[in-house]
C-alpha cells in the first residue's frame, strides 16, 4: 500500500505548535521578558541589529526570544521585517568625531588626545567562570554607584585618522564620488565590481563568523596587509537628516556605533605617495570584534584599487560579497531539506544505467583476458 | 499580467499589502518580468527583496508569483509535482494568507502554477502561466564561479566551453552524464538552465502556449520563455538529446508517459513507480484507470484535483 512521505497544513501547524513550546520551555520557569534581553544580552541584540540592519532594541530583543536565542535566526526575522518597512529619509553622514564616548582606544600611539579610555570591555577579564552569578539576586546596589567618580570625557575627540591627516600621513577618507547617491544594496542587486559603498553595506551586513575568518586568513598570510588598530570607538552618536523643506541638518535620534580604523603602510604608487591606508569597520552596539574583521577585511578589499597583487580569498570581491550574507547562506544550504526526490530519481536512473555498462565493460575485458591465458 | 493599483485589497487581518509586496516592488519587478520576455533567456537583475520565507526556498517564485497575481487568479503550487508537498503547501498558504486568491490543484484550472522541480504532464494552455523557483540561474556556473566571466560569456554567446563539457561527459561515459538542470538553448540564442526539473521535462518547455518565468531571490535574476519559443535542450548530431523511460507504468494509474518517482515500501528494497505529478495521476485515476496496485477506488480518499476558495 502506498505511504505517501508527504507533509500537509496540519503538519506544519503541529510543527509550529511544537516549535512554541520548545521556545517556553519548562512553564514553571518565568518566561523572558524583552526589557530583560536587552538589558542583560546587549551584545546578542548588538550583533542582530547590525546583521538585521536595523536599530531598534526592542525589535532585535523580540526577535532573539522567538528564535530562541538562535542568532542568524533572528537576524533573519529582523531583516524580512524591515523590508517592509518604508524608507522616510536618507541621513546624512554620521560624524563619529562628535561621539559620547564610552570607549576610544589606539594601538599606535601611547596617548592621544581626549586620552586612552578603557570603558567596558572583556579584554583584561581573566576567563574564570564567575561562580557568583549562577546565583540570582545578590547585594542589587547599582555597579556603575561603587566606581570612583571619573572626570567627565569632552564632547567632540578627534579620530586618529584625523589627527594623522592634518601631516598628509593617510589618505583621506573622502566618498568616490560625491554625486552619486550611496548605493543600496537591498534596493538593487550587487553590482560587480562593486564600489566601496556597497562593499562596505555589505560587510556591515555581513557574517561576524565569515568575516572573523577572512580577516585572520589575512593575517596569516592569505593576502596579507599587516594592519594596526588606529583606533576603536565604542559610543553615541546623533544621526541626523537634512529635511528638504528647511534645508539644514535636524537630529532625529542617536544610535550607539563602534568602529573602527585600521591602518596600512603603502608604498605609493605613481600616482599616490607613500602614506598609510584605512581600513573601515561599524557596527550597531558594541561590536568589536566584528568592526575590526570588518575593517581588515575592506582593506583587504581595496588591493586592486591600490594596486596590490590579488592572490587570496579576503582580497576576491565577487567570492566575499557573494558569501558573506548569513541569511542567504542559511537559506541556501537548508534549502537541502527540501525534496529533492524527482531530481534524485533522475540521478538513480543514471548511475544505475551507468553502473549496468559498467559491468558489461568488464565482463568483456575479463572475457578477453580470460581468452588471451 | 492585472493593472497597477487594482490590488490595495489587503485582508482586515494583514498589515500587507495585497501578496505581500507593496506595489512600487511589484512595479519594479513587472518591469524586470518585461524585459526578460523581451529578451527570452537573458538573466535580468532585479531588486529582489528580503522575504519572510528563507533563500533557496523559493523565494524568487514567490517575488514573480506576487508581481503578476491578480485578484481573480486562480492559484496552483508544487513541489516535486505534488500539491501536497510541505513546502508547496506552505507556499500557497502565504498567498491563502497575504492575497486571500483561489486555490487550485487541478492544472488546467490555474491561471498561474508555481512550481518547484517539475513542469506539470497536461499541457499548459495560451493565458497560464508558469512561474519556477530557480535556486543557482547560471548555466555555466559550475564551469565559471565568476558572474563578471559568465555575463561575458553570455553577452558573447561564447558557450563552446558548455559543449566541450558535454562532449567531456560522452568520452569518459558514453553519454550526456546530465539527469537533471539540463542546459537549454532560448530561441536559438541565450543558454539557460531550466532551474533543476528532471531532463524529462525539458521538451515541455519547447514551444509552450504558457508564459514562463524563472525568479531566483537569492541571486536576484529573472528569466522568462515567451509564448511559442524554440527551446533547444543542448546535444550533439551523434548523440541526440534523449529523455529518461521506465520499464514499468505508473503502479496507480497505468500511466506509461509521465514522470515516475520511485518509492521503497519496506526495509527489503521493496519499491513501486508512481506519478510525480499528484493531478495528473489522481485525475486519470478518476477517469477510471488503474494500476497493478491501486488501491480499491475511495481508498486514497479524494484523488483528482481540489479547488479552494
Not at chain 1, 521578558?33 to 530583543?61: C, Y
Not at chain 1, 528638504?244 to 573602527?260: H, K, M, P, R, Y
Not at chain 2, 535542450?233 to 523511460?245: G, Q, R
Amino acid at each position: 500500500m502506498y505511504v505517501a512521505v508527504k507533509g500537509g497544513e496540519q503538519a506544519i501547524e503541529a510543527s509550529l505548535r511544537l516549535l512554541d513550546a520548545e521556545r517556553r520551555g519548562d512553564p514553571e520557569v518565568p518566561e523572558l521578558s524583552l526589557e530583560q534581553i536587552k538589558q542583560q544580552m546587549t551584545l546578542a541584540v548588538d550583533r542582530v541589529m547590525s546583521e538585521g540592519a536595523l536599530f531598534d532594541r526592542e525589535l532585535a530583543a523580540l526577535a532573539i526570544k522567538q528564535a530562541r536565542g538562535d542568532l542568524i535566526e533572528a537576524i533573519f526575522l529582523l531583516r524580512a521585517y524591515r523590508t517592509t518597512l518604508p524608507r522616510l529619509a536618507v541621513s546624512a553622514p554620521l560624524d563619529t568625531s562628535r561621539m559620547t564616548l564610552k570607549r576610544r582606544i589606539s594601538a599606535i600611539f601611547k596617548d592621544v588626545p581626549g586620552g586612552q579610555v578603557l570603558g567596558p570591555t572583556f579584554d583584561y577579564s581573566h576567563r574564570l567562570l564567575d561562580f557568583s552569578l549562577a546565583e540570582l539576586a545578590r547585594d542589587e546596589t547599582p555597579i556603575e554607584e561603587e566606581l570612583p567618580p571619573a572626570e567627565p570625557l569632552p564632547d567632540t575627540m578627534p579620530r586618529l585618522v584625523d589627527i594623522l591627516n592634518q601631516d598628509g600621513l593617510i589618505e583621506q577618507d573622502f566618498p568616490d564620488d560625491t554625486q552619486r547617491p550611496v548605493g543600496d544594496l537591498t534596493r538593487e542587486p550587487l553590482p560587480l565590481p562593486a564600489g566601496r559603498d556597497i562593499r562596505l553595506q555589505n560587510l556591515a551586513r555581513g557574517d561576524e563568523g565569515f568575516l572573523l575568518a577572512l580577516g585572520y586568513s589575512s593575517q596569516r598570510g592569505y593576502g596579507h596587509v599587516h594592519p594596526f588598530a588606529g583606533e576603536i570607538r565604542h559610543g553615541y552618536v546623533a544621526v541626523e537628516i537634512v529635511p528638504e523643506e528647511l534645508g539644514f541638518a535636524v537630529e532625529i535620534g542617536e544610535v550607539d556605533v563602534t568602529e573602527c580604523h585600521m591602518v596600512t603602510q603603502f608604498t605609493g604608487s605613481a600616482e599616490a605617495p607613500p602614506q598609510f591606508t584605512n581600513g573601515y569597520g561599524l557596527t550597531y552596539g558594541q561590536g568589536e570584534r566584528k568592526a575590526m574583521a570588518m575593517a581588515l577585511v575592506d582593506r583587504s578589499l581595496r588591493a586592486e584599487e591600490l594596486g596590490e597583487e590579488t592572490t587570496s580569498p579576503a582580497q576576491d570581491q565577487e567570492f566575499v560579497l557573494s558569501h558573506s550574507d548569513n541569511v542567504e547562506a542559511s537559506g541556501f544550504l537548508q534549502h537541502l531539506k527540501l525534496p529533492h526526490y524527482v531530481d534524485f530519481q533522475s540521478e538513480l536512473a543514471l548511475v544505475r544505467r551507468l553502473r549496468e555498462e559498467h559491468d558489461k565493460a568488464r565482463t568483456k575485458d575479463r572475457d578477453q583476458q580470460d581468452a588471451a591465458e | 499580467m492585472m493593472a497597477d493599483g487594482t490590488a490595495e485589497t489587503a485582508r482586515p487581518d494583514s498589515g500587507y499589502n495585497f501578496a505581500y509586496l507593496d506595489e512600487q516592488t511589484k512595479r519594479m519587478i513587472r518591469r524586470a518580468i518585461l524585459k526578460a520576455l523581451a529578451i527570452p533567456g537573458h538573466q535580468v537583475p532585479f531588486g529582489s527583496r528580503e522575504m519572510p520565507l528563507p533563500y533557496g526556498w523559493g523565494t524568487g517564485g514567490i517575488q514573480v508569483t506576487a508581481s503578476v497575481l491578480g485578484p481573480d487568479d486562480r492559484l496552483k503550487v508544487i513541489d516535486q509535482g505534488a500539491d501536497d508537498t510541505t513546502n508547496a503547501v506552505n507556499i500557497r498558504r502565504f498567498f491563502a494568507r497575504t492575497a486571500n486568491v483561489a486555490t487550485t490543484e487541478r492544472t488546467q484550472e490555474a491561471s498561474l502554477i508555481q512550481t518547484r522541480h517539475r513542469i506539470p504532464e497536461t499541457q499548459l494552455q495560451e493565458g497560464q502561466i508558469l512561474v519556477y523557483q530557480v535556486p543557482i540561474p547560471e548555466p555555466l556556473r559550475w564551469l565559471e564561479p565568476r558572474e563578471s566571466e559568465t555575463r561575458k560569456m553570455h553577452a558573447l554567446s561564447e558557450y563552446g566551453i558548455m559543449h566541450v563539457r558535454l562532449y567531456e561527459d560522452i568520452a569518459q561515459w558514453g553519454r550526456i552524464a546530465n539527469s537533471y538542470d539540463y542546459p537549454v538553448q532560448v530561441n536559438g540564442r541565450y543558454i539557460a538552465r531550466p532551474s533543476p526539473i528532471p531532463k524529462f521535462d525539458n521538451p515541455k518547455m519547447d514551444m509552450n502556449p504558457a508564459i514562463q518565468l524563472f525568479g531566483a531571490g537569492r541571486e536576484k535574476r529573472i528569466y522568462a520563455i515567451p509564448p511559442y519559443t524554440k527551446v533547444k535542450s543542448l546535444d550533439f548530431e551523434d548523440h541526440p538529446f534523449d529523455v529518461e523511460t521506465w520499464d514499468e507504468p505508473c503502479a496507480l494509474c497505468s500511466a506509461r508517459n509521465s514522470y515516475l518517482d520511485e518509492i521503497v515500501t519496506d526495509d527489503r528494497g521493496t519499491r513501486m513507480f508512481v506519478c510525480s505529478d499528484s493531478d495528473y495521476c489522481g485525475q486519470r485515476r478518476d477517469a477510471g484507470h488503474r494500476g497493478h496496485q491501486a488501491p480499491p477506488a475511495g481508498l486514497l480518499g479524494q484523488t483528482g484535483g481540489k479547488e479552494n476558495r
